[in-house]
């Protein structure tokens, strides 16, 4: 089982920035894809970012290319997510992804049903 936590959302100004935060527990933190997606009022939750077990490769929607940006340390088993340029749009629930099984094979994906497991999620509101 793994568990995991996000933090850093908040309120911010159009333009601002934010940096999500997500710990995850468990001894194989290492070998798992992960992946941010992000839920708005309304709307389905949708993909915003995934990085490799390795950090090596990386996915982002084209929403939030050139803005977002994913990195990992695997020592302190926590992902991040840098977020500049934010926009109203940009306002959601974010929530961390751990994909346990394609994951360890390199795989990278923006496909919701290949991660196991999520956060409780973290809001994110983007004033104008």
């Known amino acids: 089982q793994v568990q995991l936590v996000e933090s850093g959302g908040g309120l911010v100004q159009a333009g601002g920035s934010l940096r999500l935060c997500c710990a995850a527990?468990?001894?194989?933190?290492?070998?798992?894809?992960m992946g941010w997606f992000r839920q708005a009022p309304g709307k389905e939750r949708e993909f915003v970012v995934a990085i490799s077990w390795s950090g090596g490769s990386t996915k982002y929607a084209d929403s939030v290319k050139g803005r977002f940006t994913i990195a990992r340390d695997n020592a302190k088993n926590t992902v991040y997510l840098e977020m500049n340029s934010l926009k109203p749009e940009d306002t959601a629930v974010y929530y961390c992804a751990a994909d346990p099984s394609y994951g360890p094979r390199g795989y990278i994906s923006s496909r919701e049903r290949l991660y196991d497991y999520w956060g409780q999620g973290t809001q994110v509101t983007v004033s104008s």
């Open positions: 527990s468990g001894r194989t933190f290492s070998s798992y894809a």
